[in-house]
């Protein structure tokens, strides 16, 4: 990693879904599986990934428009039935946590802006072993969720980390919209949620194709 005084950024925030954890395809199964329960259109791939990051309320709103909205909270119980249930099998992408860890003892400021809930997050950090790496996380039911530009902002604050320090990395349009949003640097990651193309259309700074690059990539420009 680069030394401390030429470096562009102190502070490193990741998304986790998609990102650091390599769980797409479960979240997107599980909406589906959801809105089956429900008896409620299926949405393909595309549709179901494309919410992911979002706050619960405007997830369900996109992938369930004709739902009412008193029972939003049946449907966000089947959910969460579908991926808990697979939540233990989840892994982090190769060389997540070893990367972490080198950012770590360089020095940077770590955290997280996800889409998850507070609970949520809790348990995923704990299952990865990771509780105590961060320096601060945001989730998406403690304040407005991606792409308002309030996670980041409260994280910066809490860090003392000016947006011109700081560096979203996230593998959706609503990190890199959280990013701008609050005046940050984006780098996106093309091996979750999101297309490369739909990426490119926000202009990140570079776009990662995997854990070993992003490393890289920190390496050259962090």
């Not at 390599?22 to 429900?38: F, N, W």
């Not at 619960?56 to 004709?66: K, T, Y």
């Not at 991926?83 to 080198?102: H, K, R, S, V």
């Not at 739909?198 to 490393?215: F, Q």
């Amino acid at each position: 990693m680069r030394d401390a005084a030429d470096r562009r950024y102190r502070l490193i925030v990741f998304d986790w879904d998609g990102t650091l954890s390599d769980s797409t395809a479960i979240i997107a199964r599980a909406i589906q599986h959801a809105l089956r329960d429900m008896g409620e259109p299926v949405p393909n791939d595309e549709a179901a990934r494309y919410v992911i990051g979002l706050g619960l309320a405007d997830a369900l709103r996109s992938v369930a428009p004709a739902l009412p909205v008193q029972r939003h909270a049946e449907l966000a119980a089947h959910y969460r039935k579908h991926y808990i249930a697979c939540e233990d099998d989840i892994p982090l992408f190769d060389g997540a946590a070893q990367l972490l860890g080198e950012l770590d003892a360089a020095g940077y400021f770590l955290a997280v802006a996800t889409g998850k809930s507070r609970s949520g997050l809790n348990r995923v950090l704990a299952q990865n072993a990771l509780t105590t790496l961060f320096h601060a996380t945001r989730c998406a039911d403690e304040g407005h969720p991606k792409p308002h530009p309030d996670m980041l902002l409260h994280l910066m604050d809490r860090l003392g980390v000016r947006p011109q320090e700081t560096l979203m990395i996230g593998d959706t349009t609503h990190d890199l919209e959280l990013a701008r949003n609050a005046g940050a640097a984006g780098l996106a990651v093309a091996y979750g949620a999101h297309s490369q193309e739909g990426l490119a259309r926000l202009a990140p700074l570079a776009t990662v194709h995997s854990i070993a690059e992003m490393r890289g990539w920190l390496g050259e420009n962090g």
